[in-house]
């Protein structure tokens, strides 16, 4: 069975600009949830999208978005680049099982702002 | 909330060596906990987890980690070290909310091992 896909691998970006990250789940996983892991702050939860609808959100700026698709692949958007936005974005996903929540990670994409 | 703590930013071994690698948690509830290890350039992987049915896990790799309510801790062994071994580990407890969750992170532990 396929892992976690994430697309673009790596993203240089100028900014102000705003980008788009796509997740492909693992097969039958309709959970996505979406990490941001910098030096500084480590690994911060985002948000998490199920049957697409957003049902918990981290504490980041409205700047960062998302959404779920009926297929449970998900996109993330961030607008108005920052450089503090630079960091590796991680996608996971779960089969959400009652008691089983483990995650299973895709391998990021990493976003450098200039 | 939830959190968790990992003790040591870096711990070196030798080859061959034990591994201990600290993890103390803080949850008003039964916990769900996780270790993950994540190589240079990839995502994390997960080592194994705890869900309540027993207090010792084996996980892949020849990790193991044991569950102590009395001292909320999780701490992750691996009786021998190998090269291979060097990555960075993350412990992490899920807040379920039974309608929603998210994994919170400890500050990740980077393990050397040497000849």
């Known amino acids: 069975k396929a892992g976690v896909t994430q697309t673009p691998r790596y993203l240089i970006k100028t900014r102000g600009q705003q980008v788009t990250l796509s997740c492909s789940p693992i097969?039958?996983?309709?959970?996505v949830s979406w990490y941001q892991q910098t030096p500084g702050q480590g690994l911060q939860f985002l948000f998490e999208?199920?049957?697409?609808?957003?049902?918990n959100k981290g504490n980041f700026p409205g700047r960062f978005s998302g959404r779920q698709f009926s297929n449970s692949r998900s996109e993330m958007n961030v607008s108005t680049l920052e450089l503090g936005d630079s960091a590796l974005y991680l996608c996971?996903?779960?089969?959400?099982?009652?008691?089983?929540?483990?995650?299973?990670f895709g391998p990021g994409t990493r976003l450098t702002v200039t | 909330a939830q959190s968790v703590t990992q003790l040591g930013s870096h711990v070196s071994v030798s080859e061959g060596a034990l591994v201990l690698l600290r993890c103390n948690y803080s949850?008003?509830?039964?916990?769900?906990l996780f270790w993950y290890v994540q190589y240079p350039n990839q995502g994390l992987q997960l080592l194994l987890k705890y869900t309540s049915a027993a207090t010792l896990v084996k996980g892949i790799n020849g990790f193991e980690a044991e569950f102590k309510k009395s001292e909320t801790s999780f701490h992750l062994t691996k009786p021998s070290a190998h090269m291979s071994d060097a990555a960075e580990y993350f412990c992490a407890v899920s807040e379920n909310t039974g309608t929603a969750s998210k994994l919170t992170f400890g500050t990740g532990t980077r393990l050397q091992v040497t000849l």
């Open positions: 949850s008003s509830v039964p916990p769900y």
């Open positions: 999208y199920f049957s697409e609808t957003q049902r």
């Open positions: 097969s039958g996983h309709r959970s």
């Open positions: 996971a996903s779960s089969l959400v099982l009652a008691g089983n929540y483990e995650q299973y």
